[in-house]
């Protein structure tokens, strides 16, 4: 069974305009959830994180909402850039040590 | 700081034959993990080692062996190569001791023929 779900495999966006990527999870016993950024041909970066003790975590321009009661998780990016075309991937985990990602979400970014 | 890398970064087996992809980490990182992605699945942990002399399987374990050389060195072996192994693996490493991201490798991309 997938315990972290991305249901939009792709996510087209106007440049400036707000990227709402959306993830859902069905372990409620996930305390750390964290957002990855993923070019072709290299490894996933890490974009942003959050623990379960809090619902909202910003960095410049993004930032990650936690709905525990929903098992759900989004990353709002804001304003939307040409660079931020990739794949992102949520994950999750129990004390951040092992991780279970979704099956990403190609965003482009349209000029 | 090079971070993590992987070696190689391409390679074509043919079904039965062995490797081993090697990973190295040069940030002191106690926990280090192997994941392969393949499209539409995200990334599945295959095996993780938490500390230097301890090794662990993760989701998908099958068919991989794993060897935690010293602190900055693991490597994953297929003894023998399936065509369901063509994937793209990644290799990752983590300061462990608190909630801490994990870093990624550029990653490695095997075709089993």
């Known amino acids: 069974d997938q315990q972290v779900k991305q249901n939009s495999p792709s996510l087209s966006v106007q440049e400036g305009r707000i990227s709402i990527l959306n993830c859902d999870y069905t372990?409620?016993?996930?305390?750390?959830f964290l957002w990855y950024k993923k070019y072709p041909a290299e490894g996933p970066t890490f974009l942003i994180s959050i623990s379960s003790i809090k619902d909202k975590n910003e960095d410049g321009r993004f930032t990650v909402f936690l709905n525990k009661s929903a098992k759900h998780l989004s990353l709002h990016i804001v304003p939307s850039q040409p660079g931020d075309s990739a794949v992102y991937f949520c994950?999750?985990?129990?004390?951040?040590?092992?991780?279970?990602f979704g099956q990403g979400t190609r965003l482009t970014i349209n000029p | 700081n090079a971070g993590v890398t992987q070696t190689p970064k391409f390679q074509v087996l043919k079904t039965g034959q062995s490797m081993t992809l090697q990973c190295a980490q040069d940030?002191?990182?106690?926990?280090m993990y192997w994941y392969r992605q393949d499209p539409g699945m995200g990334l599945r942990l295959i095996y993780y080692s938490a500390s230097e002399g301890t090794t662990d399987k993760g989701e998908v374990p099958n068919g991989y062996n794993v060897s935690r050389l010293n602190k900055r060195e693991f490597s994953l072996r297929l003894e023998s190569a399936a065509p369901s192994q063509t994937s793209v693996y990644f290799c990752?490493?983590?300061?462990?001791?608190?909630?801490?991201?994990?870093?990624f490798g550029p990653g490695t991309r095997l075709t089993v023929l």
């Open positions: 994950a999750a985990s129990v004390s951040a040590q092992k991780l279970v």
């Open positions: 940030m002191n990182h106690n926990s």
């Open positions: 372990n409620s016993m996930f305390d750390y």
């Open positions: 990752a490493s983590r300061d462990s001791g608190g909630y801490n991201e994990q870093f």
